[in-house]
Each structure stands twice: as structure tokens, then as C-alpha cells.
């Protein structure tokens, strides 16, 4: 019991530092927005504390089917920590903060193709926008879309070669995912291979679809709102990382799926040999 909540302690923690960490770092970040940012980060730690020192989920999927949470975390605070270091620019003193714009910078050059997700993310700014938003804007979404392929690589990795979530003993559904209700409606392996494709390509199309939606809509939304740094760090940040996440649910359904599929078909073929054995015994007496 200790161990949970020294657990939770640690991922609460976590979870508010992440969402705090741009208006503490940024120092465009006024002291009332501060003091906002801070009560949300104390508010998401406050439920997740409560979630993890629970012994039943009630929201958070794959709670004990690691590494899922922890690598779609992980993809997420460090897009958000170079994102930051992006917006407040390469400053000459601090090495690490140079780095890491620096490497925006180069992912962006990479990824950034005719009808790539990076370019659309750029016709989100009106013509008239200033250069050096454009151009952090464009870094942003570099290597933001740059760690959600990483991330979903890095699952696929642990997917097909080391056999997850093989070596976290026996999966169960209901506790690791406790919004799915294997009993309702069709067959539990036909529900969840739908929903595994339905999430793969949301997540494959949303990083299109997003920056479009927001184009057509620039009457009602207004795409200026990018200039304020945190706004920019969020709404880069979520546009990456969270069709991500929908990739790696859909993989992980994919993959339960596979699973519950396979211990049919043993059972089934144990059962048909029970069978078997038990016709060629009866044959045998009835022989003698």
C-alpha cells in the first residue's frame, strides 16, 4: 500500500510539472497566467494521485501493461521541454538550451516535404505573419511530429519483437482498459479489432486533418493566437503527440486482440484432440 502511494506521489509530481513547465520556464509568462497554470497542474495532480492510489482503474488505460503511459509521458514532457527551449530561442549561455533548439531546427528540415504534416502546420499562419514566428512555428512542428513517429517506432519495436505485453505476465481487459466492455455487443475480438483500426487512422490522419479544420475555420479561431509561446508549446504539442498515442491504442488493441484470438484457437485444438482421443478410445473397446 505504501508502494502505490509513493507511486502515485511520484507520477502526480510528474504530471504537474509537465503542465507548469512552460509558463515557469518562459519568461514571456505573465504572473497571473502563472498562477493559473499552476492550480491546473495541482488540479491534474490532485486526479491523477487519486487515480494511481486506487486499486481499480477508472480512466487510465494500460495502468498495468507498461511501458504504454510511461513512453507516451516521456514523448510528451520532452517535446514539451524543446519546444520550450525552441520558442525562448538558442540562448548563447546555456549549452543545453542551444542543443536542443538546434535540433528542432534539423528535424524540421527533414520533415519538412511538399503536403507533409510540417508544411500544412505552416499554412496555419496567415501570409502576413512574422518571419521569426513562421520559422518557430515550423521548428516546432518538426520535431514535435519528429517524436511522435519516434514514439509510435518505439512501440512497434516492442510490439513485434519483444512480444508485448508477453513478459508482464497474463493481460487483463478489464483493468487495463476499464472504458472497453468486453461484454457488450459483438465479439470481443471483431470490437476490438475495429476500434484498434479506428484509432490508427485517426492518428494517422488527425496531424492532416488538424491544420486544415484550423485553416477553414481562421474566421472563428483566430491563428494570431499563436504568437503567445505557451499557446504555441500546447497546441504543437497535442497536435503531435496525441494522433500518436491513438496509433499506439490502436496497435495495443490490435495486438489484445491477436492475443485472445490465439488462445482460442489452442483451446479449440485442445479440445478437438480431447475429442480425437476420446473417438479413438471408444473404437479401440468397441473393437475388443
Request: charged letters at 10%; a neutral charge; one cysteine or more.
Amino acid at each position: 500500500m505504501i508502494t502505490q502511494l509513493i507511486n502515485a506521489l511520484s507520477r502526480a509530481i510528474m504530471a504537474a510539472v509537465l503542465v507548469a513547465l512552460p509558463a515557469l520556464v518562459l519568461p514571456s509568462a505573465s504572473f497571473d497566467g502563472t498562477q493559473i497554470v499552476v492550480l491546473v497542474a495541482l488540479v491534474v495532480a490532485f486526479l491523477i494521485f487519486l487515480e494511481y492510489s486506487s486499486t481499480y482503474p477508472s480512466f487510465v488505460e494500460f495502468r498495468y501493461a507498461p511501458p504504454i503511459n510511461r513512453l507516451r509521458f516521456g514523448a510528451l514532457f520532452i517535446t514539451v521541454t524543446v519546444l520550450c527551449s525552441v520558442c525562448t530561442g538558442p540562448a548563447p549561455d546555456k549549452t543545453i538550451s542551444a542543443i536542443a533548439a538546434s535540433l528542432a531546427g534539423l528535424t524540421a528540415d527533414w520533415l519538412d516535404l511538399s503536403f507533409s504534416p510540417i508544411r500544412l502546420m505552416q499554412l496555419v499562419l496567415p501570409t502576413d505573419a512574422p518571419g521569426h514566428l513562421q520559422s518557430t512555428l515550423r521548428d516546432a512542428a518538426g520535431f514535435a511530429y519528429f517524436m511522435s513517429l519516434l514514439t509510435i517506432a518505439v512501440f512497434f519495436y516492442l510490439v513485434r519483437v519483444k512480444g508485448w505485453p508477453a513478459g508482464n505476465g497474463a493481460f487483463n481487459v478489464w483493468i487495463n482498459l476499464p472504458l472497453f466492455d468486453p461484454t457488450a455487443g459483438l465479439d470481443v475480438v471483431a470490437r476490438l479489432q475495429r476500434h484498434a483500426l479506428i484509432n490508427i487512422v485517426l492518428g494517422f490522419l488527425l496531424p492532416f486533418l488538424l491544420p486544415a479544420a484550423s485553416r477553414a475555420f481562421s474566421g472563428v479561431i483566430d491563428p494570431m493566437m499563436l504568437e503567445n509561446p505557451q499557446t504555441l508549446i500546447w497546441v504543437v504539442s497535442l497536435w503531435a503527440i496525441l494522433p500518436a498515442s491513438l496509433m499506439i491504442r490502436g496497435m495495443a488493441m490490435n495486438r489484445i486482440a491477436q492475443m485472445i484470438l490465439q488462445k482460442r484457437q489452442r483451446t479449440y485444438a485442445a479440445a478437438q484432440a480431447a475429442n480425437d482421443a476420446d473417438g479413438a478410445a471408444s473404437d479401440a473397446l468397441q473393437t475388443v
